[in-house]
Structures are given as structure tokens and as C-alpha cells.
């Protein structure tokens, strides 16, 4: 294989690992996410985040999605802090929801996280999947003093496990991974083994609330294993039968408990 094929071939793979499937508004999504539209928010010259906020008395809580989803996911548990009376945003990645965009990927989720945060300042993060481990990512890099806890529900951890899993549906050979190794840090500044959030979570010195069911079929357990190890002022709690998902009254009270 060519220099050149082998760039190229790189440059295809990480379009496509940033490219998501789904994730933008359904019929059936419009009339909830439509009454809390808030503010669109500019992150680049190309991506607009659709922000949505439920106004409460109570401090700010941000909800971060995750892979091909959007803020509709958070429904369930928007009521119940609603019942509660927490000021509640949450917005649409890019590429997901009514945000603008084609690709997504953690860094850009990062740096779409830090604008809408500095914007509402939240007092309390709570990730989904990707977004969960956006949110690890986000303190470790910006170490937000206005946010106090954070909640990490069904989190990915290492970028190098997700990249075996992603070579081999794709049927890649090392070439073009190590293409795409490169590639990767000449866009971030860092190799795909330094994306790590179990190093990550070592750096968090604020209380963390970390859920993952065992029987997840998209993130393994053991990355929140992992995590939960790292990070000092953690607690973990292991669920069973609830998936990856994790939208069960089950979760939802240990995470009204933990940030009341």
C-alpha cells in the first residue's frame, strides 16, 4: 500500500467513525424538545448546538447525550428534576438533534460541552455513553469550578479498546491504523493510547457518580470499573438487567440522590 493510499484510507475510516447514523429529531420527539427551545449556541464555523432549557428554582443541571441520540433522551428523568425544581438545560450534540454539523467526535463534543457550560454554568453534569465520557474529558481539560459533582452513566473509557473493536468491523489492517494513529494526533495532539479515561479520571477532584449495568451490550462494565478506580471521590454503582441505556426509575433515584 502507497503512502498516499494508506492517508487516504485513514481519512476514510475516521470520516466514517465520526459519522453518525441517527440521532436527529423524530416526529415524535418535536413537541417535547420544541417547548424548551432555548438558545442556539455557535461552536465553530460550521457547527451550531441547539440548546433546550426547563426552568426551575434550583441549581442548573446540564445533560450530556450520547452516540446517535439527542436531548429527548433525558425525558424521564427531566421530570423527575423537574419535580424537584432544578433548572435543567441540556442540548443536541453536533451532528444529532437540531444541531448543525456532520461529524462528532469526543474533542469537538468537548469543546461543544465547555460553550454551552460557560453559558449556563451548571452546577452538576450528567453524561450518556459518549457523552459521559465527554463529560470526564471536559474537567479533566477545563477544571470548571462552578461544577461540583458529576454523574458518568454507562461511559466508554479507552480510545485504544474502541479502536480493535473498530478495526476489526471494518476489517483494517495495522497499516491503516497506524495511519489512523497519525492522523488522530495531528488533528488533537494526542495517540490513540493516550485517550484514556481511566488517566482522565485521575485528575477529577470533585465527587463523581458512575452507573453501568453489567450486561451492557454496547460499553463494556469494565471501562466504569476502570474509571471508578481512578477516580478518588467516586461511587459506583454496578446494575443488572437494566442495559445500556440505564433509563429506570432505579437510576434515575440514585442520581436525584446523589446530587440532593
Not at 435543567?88 to 454551552?116: C, M, Q, R, W
Not at 469550578?145 to 458529576?150: D, E, G, H, R
Not at 483494517?172 to 495532539?189: E, K, T
Request: with cysteine.
Amino acid at each position: 500500500m502507497s503512502l498516499w493510499s494508506k492517508k487516504a484510507a485513514a481519512r476514510k475510516a475516521f470520516l466514517i467513525f465520526c459519522t453518525p447514523r441517527g440521532g436527529r429529531i423524530k416526529e415524535d420527539q418535536k413537541e417535547f424538545l420544541n417547548a424548551a427551545k432555548d438558545e442556539q449556541l455557535k461552536i465553530n464555523d460550521t457547527v451550531t448546538v441547539q440548546t433546550y432549557k426547563w426552568e426551575g428554582s434550583g441549581p442548573t443541571v446540564l445533560l450530556i447525550h450520547g452516540w446517535e441520540s439527542n436531548a429527548h433522551r433525558w425525558w424521564r428523568l427531566i421530570e423527575v428534576l423537574q419535580s424537584h425544581h432544578y433548572n435543567i438545560v441540556s442540548f443536541d450534540a453536533p451532528a444529532h438533534g437540531n444541531s448543525t454539523g456532520k461529524i462528532l467526535n469526543v474533542p469537538l463534543y468537548t469543546e461543544s460541552l465547555e460553550i454551552v457550560s460557560q453559558h449556563y454554568q451548571p452546577k452538576f453534569h450528567i453524561g450518556h455513553s459518549v457523552g459521559a465520557l465527554t463529560t470526564i474529558f471536559h474537567y479533566y481539560k477545563h477544571q470548571p469550578t462552578y461544577i461540583k459533582k458529576l454523574v458518568s452513566l454507562g461511559a466508554p473509557s479507552e480510545l485504544s479498546e474502541i479502536m480493535k473493536d473498530y478495526q476489526k468491523i471494518l476489517s483494517m489492517n495495522n497499516m491503516v491504523m497506524r495511519g489512523l494513529d497519525s492522523l488522530i494526533q495531528q488533528r488533537f495532539g494526542f495517540a490513540i493510547k493516550e485517550f484514556s479515561g481511566y488517566s482522565f479520571a485521575q485528575s477529577i477532584d470533585i465527587p463523581g457518580l458512575i452507573i453501568h449495568d453489567v450486561y451492557d451490550k454496547i460499553t463494556p462494565v469494565e471501562a466504569s470499573r476502570g474509571i471508578h478506580k481512578n477516580w478518588k471521590d467516586s461511587t459506583y454503582i454496578e446494575t443488572s438487567g437494566l442495559g445500556h441505556s440505564l433509563y429506570q426509575d432505579e437510576v434515575r433515584n440514585h442520581i436525584i440522590e446523589f446530587i440532593t
